[in-house]
Each structure stands twice: as C-alpha cells, then as structure tokens.
C-alpha cells in the first residue's frame, strides 16, 4: 500500500515527530497459535464475535469450555492481546483481553508490546481513519472480510511510545465518561414509557381530575366490536387503494401503517368495506398477546383513510354519547384495561389469543363527558412534555454516538497531548521519536527472524 493511499486515508494532521507506517511493520497480524479442545482446560474462556457488543467493545456473555465445547480450531490469545474481529469488520468489534483465552479464527490477536501501547493499538483499530481504510478493502459482498495481505498493509499512526500511552490514558478516561452519559440518555426512553403509564393509570383513576365522579359499565355498555375479516393472502398486493390493518400495525398509542404493507385493489375491496374503521375507533391487538405484556397494544384510529381490519385485529367502536373516543382508547392503552384483558388470554406457551366475549365484559370506571374532557386535555399535555424529553433525548443520544469518533479523531491528530508535548519534549524527540522508535522496531524484527524456530508450546491447561 503506497505512502500516497495512506496519507488520504489518515491525512497529514498529526503532530511532528509522529509517523504513519503500516500495521504489519510493528505487529504480526495473523501470525496465530491454534488450538484444539483437547488443548484446553474446562475453564478455558471461549469467545466468538457474538459474545462482543458491535461498536462499543462491552463483553455481552463470558463462557467457558464446559459451557461452550468446540469442535473447529480456534485461535489462543493471552491476556492484554488486542482481539480484533475480522468478519464484517464494520460492526467495529474489538476488545482488549483481560484473561488468557481461545477464540474463533474470526478474531485475531495482536500484541505489538512492549514498543507500541496495546491499548493505544486497540483504540486506532477503533477509529474512523482506520474503518475507512477497512471498509474500502475488505472482500465479500454478505459477509465481508479484511483480508491477511491487507491488513497487514493497513495504515497505522505512530506517535512516540510514551505519547502513546498517555493517549492511551486520556481516551480511556473520555470514553468512559461518554459510554457513561449513553448509558444514562439509553435509559430516558424506559423512564418515560413507566412515566407515561402511570398517566394513562391515573387518568382512569381520577387521579388527574379533581371531583371524580364516576359510574361502572362494561365495554359492551358504551361500546361495540367488530372482529376483523379473514382477508386471504393471495389477494394483497404491494400497491392499491386500500390498506388491510393486520396485527403488526398496531402499535401503543399509534397505528403503524408503513408496517409491511398490504393492500387491496377497489374491486376487491368493494365486498369488504363494512370492516373499514373510521377515526375515533380502537384497534386492538388479539393475537401474539403474551409477547406484549409489557407495553400497550390499542391505537387510535386518527385520520387514516382506506383502511380494512384483517382478522385478529379488533375494532372498538365508541358510543360518543356516552364515552369520548380519546378517554376510551386512553382506558385500553392503560394497566387497569390490561390487568383484566389478559385474564381472559387462552393458547400456547409461544401464542396468546383473547377472544371478543372477554374483552366486552371488562369493567371500566368512566366520569361524564365534560370530566372526559379534562381528562384527555391534561393527559394530551403530559405526553406533549414527555415526547419533547423524549426527543431531546434522542437528539442528545445523536450527538454522544458521534462523540467517541470525534474523541478519537482528535487523539490521532494529537490534539489530547498537545499540552503533554509541550511540557515533555525530551519524551518525543531524538531517540525518542517516532521515526526512532519505528527503525527500533524493525531492528529487533529482523534480529528475530534470524532466530531458530522453536516449536510452539499450544497447551494452555492449567
């Protein structure tokens, strides 16, 4: 890979006295010891790429032998080895070992100590220079691959070893503190779903409403329902003038229409327009009911046109006289409505089923009109605030995700240490300079070579 390459992949931005050379020269990328089962102890930890969180380097399982026995060979790694996934590389898989180890011949070790910092090694392999470069060579169109030849001929910044470490440091600090702030705006949208449910709980408690009056009815009292049709699926087709609702389009709180969709043309439609809800009715999921306990499952019908309910999908239809469409789809979307729909639930382990004759018969406290009303009104503006948190929220989370790479970018271009250097220029310079450190490397390279082989020892049992 020519100079000219690497310096348009990684640009010419960092720092004097650092050098960009290729991974190859200080680290024997694919140069691995195998081992087979018998090699190893029950205890041994085996790691495959789905065991790695893609992007953010967190460890998802840890088994070991006795938990996950393999039958192909797999690659020895020892603690403080750089483990660098190679299939489907954009996923961005890498992790640094805290423990001796075996792992899929997917994942490569690499240890370029003691004259270039593993984890400084670990976070170039991380960074958009290095993805860039991989992305660009990397071979197979559904499970691509960075190749021996080209990783070895990857472009690799060096600063001096010293600096190196320092950058080490500084970045494990930043992103620490980044992956600690993710973490926290991760947790807002689950903190705002519990929030939103205990309105929906208090607005049919009269908990939002000073003066709750309330009477009992059943569903069967103030409303009626409708099962959906048994539309066949020889008649959808991608386009045509009328949707069929099935039960994937129903979300809380919203009718999901660009759910993988299906339509019908007016021909066929002509036959069926009777399951055509209108808006201000309440469909309901009646289906796969045991999979969606922990989140609602009736959205209101708004100002959707053409649509047909397939078979499964309920349709609750109000008596506006006496129940405001809003209030009711707030009851069905609430704990109280759910609590009493699943005790009518019958199927399998894998696929609950709730029938018409129970959801008619569920119990609901409801207020007059005008309490309606307020009810709806104030419930409205609390989930206003909250999908306005919400959004924030989801903006602020943007920007984190861009922050590691904004980090890294600035670490490569010395921008971390710039105060470090300063203050430490007999750490950088001559002897101690990057150009110094790389001729260093590539000495004792070739001394090395020059050794006699020795068998390798592949045992790793205790």
């Given at each position: 890979m020519s100079a000219t390459h690497h310096s348009r992949i990684v640009g010419n931005l960092f720092p004097e006295g650092w050098a960009v050379?290729?991974?190859?020269?200080?680290?024997?990328?694919?140069?691995t010891q195998k081992v087979e089962l018998k090699d190893v102890d029950s205890d041994t930890w085996v790691l495959e790429l789905e065991d790695i969180e893609k992007g953010?380097?967190?460890?998802?399982?840890?088994?070991n032998t006795s938990e996950r026995a393999f039958k192909s060979t797999k690659n020895k790694f020892e603690i403080g080895d750089v483990l660098y996934g190679k299939l489907r590389p954009y996923l961005n898989k890498v992790i640094v070992a805290d423990e001796d180890g075996v792992c899929t011949t997917e994942?490569?070790?690499?240890n370029a100590e003691p004259n270039v910092s593993n984890l400084y090694l670990f976070h170039w392999l991380k960074?958009?220079?290095?993805?860039?470069?991989?992305?660009?060579?990397?071979?197979?169109?559904?499970?691509?691959?960075?190749?021996?030849?080209?990783a070895i001929a990857a472009p690799l910044v060096i600063p001096p070893l010293a600096e190196q470490k320092v950058i080490a440091e500084k970045l494990d600090t930043l992103l620490a503190q980044v992956e600690t702030t993710k973490?926290?705006?991760?947790?807002?949208?689950?903190i705002l779903k519990t929030f939103r449910q205990s309105v929906l709980a208090a607005a049919v408690s009269g908990k939002l409403s000073e003066e709750w009056r309330a009477a009992r009815f059943t569903l069967a009292d103030i409303s009626d329902f409708q099962n959906g049709f048994a539309f066949k699926s020889g008649w959808f087709e991608l386009e045509g003038e009328y949707q069929v609702i099935k039960l994937g389009n129903i979300r809380d709180g919203y009718l999901a229409i660009e759910n993988s969709p299906a339509y019908l043309n007016q021909d066929v439609a002509a036959d069926y327009l009777r399951f055509s809800p209108e808006a201000?009715?309440?469909?309901?999921s009646m289906t796969g009911t045991r999979f969606k306990k922990d989140y609602g499952f009736g959205c209101l019908v708004r100002n959707e046109k053409n649509l047909l309910v397939n078979q499964r999908v309920g349709r609750l239809i109000p008596d506006r006289s006496v129940v405001l469409s809003e209030f009711l789809n707030i009851f069905v979307r609430s704990e109280?409505?759910?609590?009493?729909?699943?005790?009518?639930?019958?199927?399998?382990?894998?696929?609950?089923?709730?029938?018409?004759?129970?959801?008619?018969?569920?119990?609901v406290e409801l207020p007059t009109i005008e309490k309606q009303t307020e009810i709806v009104n104030r419930v409205e503006e609390l989930f206003t605030f909250a999908d306005s948190i919400e959004q924030k929220a989801a903006a602020a989370l943007e920007c984190v995700n861009n922050l590691t790479q904004a980090i890294l970018a600035q670490a490569f271009r010395g921008e971390l240490t710039a105060d470090w250097r300063a203050a430490n220029p007999d750490l950088i310079s001559a002897g101690n300079s990057a150009e110094a450190l790389l001729k260093k490397i590539k000495t004792e390279r070739e001394a090395l070579k020059k050794q006699p082989k020795k068998?390798?020892?592949?045992?790793?049992?205790a």
């Open positions: 050379t290729e991974l190859g020269n200080v680290v024997d990328y694919g140069s953010t380097s967190k460890l998802l399982q840890r088994l994942i490569i070790p690499l960074s958009k220079y290095f993805l860039d470069y991989v992305n660009e060579v990397s071979y197979g169109v559904n499970m691509p691959r960075l190749g021996t030849k080209d973490a926290r705006l991760e947790c807002i949208p689950r201000g009715d309440t469909l309901i109280l409505f759910r609590v009493q729909f699943f005790t009518g639930e019958t199927g399998g382990v894998n696929q609950g089923n709730v029938g018409s004759k129970h959801i008619m018969s569920i119990n068998k390798a020892a592949v045992r790793i049992k």
